[in-house]
């Protein structure tokens, strides 16, 4: 089905996702794996992001860490923070979990001091929680990394609130996340063979920026960029499709896709083949940053000034 963004509740956006099916789409490893390639490339291009605003973070939370590669990554960057994985496929955490132990006693060593997060020596290192309630005490983290997770959650607004929350003052959030113009041509494929389209109208980076505003965060800093992965098969773009995290609607049809619909899917995206017979699939991600400011008033109402000596 196509579906657009619910606009109620303040302007907020809302999608009818089910979480009980992102974590069924996501508790199968081996099908996830062939999606790496993005992740692995959109993790790059934030730390290059990253790599010109002067942070220097003691507690650093990955929200949504899947297989735990970013998680490595942040640990290498600041090696005197502590880190923390949450996620909340059992299965992406159990392969984070192998990893750590796989990387070396000396990568273990700089992983335990994640246990210092939850305040008692044989806390885990990675959480299955869901990051729109994270189980984390308010403002417990100096950098909020999440890289292509956002989008499959249902509110949110509610989460980047929640980000908010455990942020500590000028803290910093960085995420990404795909943007409308995702998967454009596969929309374009079931709109010409007469079929509604089980794929997501996923959030613009302007609706994300006003509810970085909303949750309270200063001058948020938006941009996105489009990538193009051609093809030499329908078969692997839809395989890929698949692999980058599937259908979620709570809606979706149940059972399988006919062979007859399947077949005219094929043949309406091998007929998008280019000259050099490649199919083209548009991805779009949006990336957002942004400080969680100084508070201009206490709880009481009374204003803050802040005095700096020269």
Not at 44 to 58: G, Q
Not at 243 to 271: C, D, I, M, W, Y
Request: with cysteine; glycine share 8%; proline share 5%.
């Amino acid at each position: 089905m196509s579906l657009a963004p619910d606009k109620d509740r303040g302007g907020r956006v809302s999608a009818p996702i089910s979480l009980p099916q992102v974590r069924r789409l996501f508790s199968e490893p081996d099908r996830v794996a062939r999606s790496q390639f993005l992740r692995r490339e959109i993790a790059d291009r934030m730390f290059e992001r990253l790599s010109l605003i002067k942070v220097h973070p003691s507690r650093v939370l990955d929200a949504g860490c899947g297989e735990g590669d970013d998680l490595k990554a942040l640990s290498q960057t600041f090696p005197q923070s502590t880190w923390l994985g949450i996620d909340a496929s059992p299965a992406m955490l159990e392969i984070a979990r192998h990893r750590s132990r796989q990387a070396g006693s000396g990568m273990n060593k700089l992983l335990r001091r994640l246990r210092s997060m939850t305040g008692t020596t044989g806390s885990p290192l990675l959480v299955c929680a869901d990051f729109a309630r994270l189980p984390l005490a308010a403002s417990s983290v100096d950098l909020l990394w999440s890289n292509l997770a956002l989008h499959w959650h249902p509110r949110p607004d509610e989460v980047i609130h929640e980000w908010a929350r455990v942020l500590r003052t000028e803290g910093l959030l960085m995420f990404s996340a795909f943007g409308p113009d995702t998967f454009t041509e596969l929309r374009t494929a079931y709109a010409n063979i007469g079929l509604d389209v089980p794929v997501l109208n996923f959030v613009d980076l302007h609706d994300y920026g006003d509810m970085m505003i909303d949750a309270g965060f200063a001058d948020p800093v938006m941009d996105m960029e489009k990538l193009n992965i051609t093809y030499s098969s329908a078969l692997d773009l839809l395989s890929d499709v698949r692999s980058f995290g599937g259908n979620p609607l709570a809606k979706r049809q149940s059972g399988l896709t006919g062979r007859g619909v399947k077949e005219a899917l094929l043949r309406a995206l091998e007929q998008k083949k280019n000259a050099d017979g490649r199919i083209s699939l548009s991805i779009e991600v949006v990336y957002g940053h942004a400080f969680r400011p100084l508070p201009v008033k206490a709880r009481a109402g009374e204003s803050i000034i802040q005095f700096y000596r020269r």
